[in-house]
């Protein structure tokens, strides 16, 4: 269960099936980032 009244930094991204790529040297994932949480620490 995820606390409401916590900030979240954002979610991470990956497929199902886990896949390796050999441009990148290593598994596929993506970060989708909060931009209020970029605001509150001012980065």
Known sequence: ML???AQREGVV???AAE???ADIGGRLS???INPKFLLKYDE
């Open 3 to 5: 606390n409401a009244k």
């Open 30 to 32: 993506f970060k989708a």
């Open 13 to 15: 991204l990956r497929p």
């Open 19 to 21: 896949e390796f790529d």
